[in-house]
């Protein structure tokens, strides 16, 4: 697609009709032209998606919302504030990892690579960690557009999740900390920052984005590390390249596969393509990632590539608010990972590992 119809129509799972672009230089116009809208209920009036409160947040947001929603939740994500948390970090994976150290198995996804951000995103935000598997279902369903469970539908784990969340505003309510979601709560309180559907939609991006990107980061480097031996070994000769390896992992397996939905907000060109007001544009991040005219040798995973401007945290204002956090906790998994584990190899058939379903996440299910 990249090289023949870079701009391909095309109907996407749920039905809708619109535009994939495959090209980086395309992909990096969209992600930066604010012309391309996150709201469409701003250039109809009215809401898309009455329902749902998954969507009251920056990533769906256009200015002034976003800026307004984005600033609300930066505070807890400044490069400075990230970087204070690393001997944290590195100390709940080493509890995660002691008890796995002798082991001639472990399944990295269960026992490593899912509980550690999670454990993090939930101390940042002030939900108890402990729920992390009630979590995991709620926005596995999210994410993947399915429940997992026969008989469930991914409605009723919506509905289990904003009842959790609202029980859990209550207790913080009362008993307000100095985590972000009592700083959230009295924004909200306060009136005229942030509304009620608005702290339920940040509070669950947040869960939702800070831990099931970070697990596939974690995997997919792995997966990468193990599929190039010599880089494994490269790496291990020099651990100091753990920073740069992770941004070569981000560029060959990231671990979003598309952009969220943009829309026109005018009748506009992009590479050629008349694109109609109203059209729906989705990026795809991983071809842009692959796209020959901007890495050379794209198919190759090679730690030592130069300074990588890969799109995997997106680009322009929507740029990964937890690209920080995802950075640091890669790096300590990572690191750990190789000094603990001085052989890493797949106990099962590499063909037998099995992706995630859904266009949004891309990762496999366990690395055992
Ligand atoms: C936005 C990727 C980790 C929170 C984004 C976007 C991408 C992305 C591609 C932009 C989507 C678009 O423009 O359509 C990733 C990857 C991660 C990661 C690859 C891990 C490796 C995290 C973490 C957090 C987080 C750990 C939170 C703690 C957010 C938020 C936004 C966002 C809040 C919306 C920003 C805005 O609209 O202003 N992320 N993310 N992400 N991410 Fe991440």
Redesign the pocket.
């Known amino acids: 697609l990249r090289g023949t119809d870079p701009i391909h129509q095309v109907r996407f799972p749920d039905g809708q009709l619109g535009w994939l672009v495959t090209r980086y230089e395309d992909a990096a116009e969209v992600?930066k032209d604010q012309r391309f809208m996150?709201d469409i209920s701003k250039l109809y009036g009215g809401s898309m998606d009455q329902m749902s409160v998954f969507t009251q947040?920056?990533?769906?947001?256009d200015p002034p919302d976003?800026k307004r929603?984005?600033g609300l939740?930066q505070k807890a994500?400044t490069p400075k504030l990230i970087a204070g948390m690393r001997n944290h970090i590195q100390e709940i994976a080493d509890e995660l990892l002691d008890p796995l150290s002798d082991r001639e198995t472990i399944h990295l996804i269960d026992e490593f690579a899912f509980p550690l951000?999670i454990i993090v995103?939930c101390e940042?935000l002030g939900v108890p960690a402990e729920d992390r598997d009630k979590f995991r279902v709620w926005s596995n369903s999210l994410i993947e557009g399915t429940s997992g469970e026969i008989g469930v539908s991914i409605f009723e784990h919506m509905n289990q999740f904003i009842q959790y969340l609202g029980e859990w505003f209550a207790k913080v309510r009362e008993h307000p900390g100095d985590d972000l979601i009592s700083q959230l709560i009295i924004a909200e309180e306060e009136g005229d920052r942030l509304t009620e559907k608005e702290l339920y939609g940040?509070v669950s991006?947040?869960i939702i984005?800070?831990?099931e990107?970070?697990v596939?980061?974690i995997g997919n480097t792995v997966l990468a590390l193990l599929e190039f031996p010599e880089q494994q070994k490269l790496l291990r000769e020099h651990p100091e390249m753990v920073p740069q390896a992770l941004e070569e992992s981000?560029r060959y397996n990231?671990?979003?596969e598309?952009?969220?939905?943009?829309w026109a907000s005018e009748n506009l060109e992009l590479g050629g393509r008349q694109i109609r007001k109203g059209d729906l544009v989705v990026?795809s991040?991983n071809s842009a990632n692959h796209d020959p005219a901007k890495f050379n040798d794209p198919e190759i995973f090679d730690i030592t590539r130069e300074k990588s401007p890969h799109?995997?945290?997106?680009?322009?204002?929507?740029?990964?608010?937890?690209?920080p956090?995802?950075?640091l906790?890669?790096e300590i998994a990572i690191s750990s990972l190789l000094e603990r584990f001085p052989d890493i190899q797949l106990n099962i058939d590499k063909s037998e590992l099995e992706w995630r379903p859904g266009m949004i996440v891309r990762g496999v299910k366990e690395i055992p």
């Open positions: 992600l996150k947040n920056m990533l769906f947001s976003h929603l984005r939740a994500f951000p995103i940042i940040v991006l947040l984005a800070g831990h990107t970070t596939n980061l981000l990231g671990p979003v598309f952009s969220t939905s943009r990026v991040l799109l995997a945290f997106g680009m322009g204002i929507h740029f990964c608010l937890g690209a956090l995802a950075r906790e890669g």
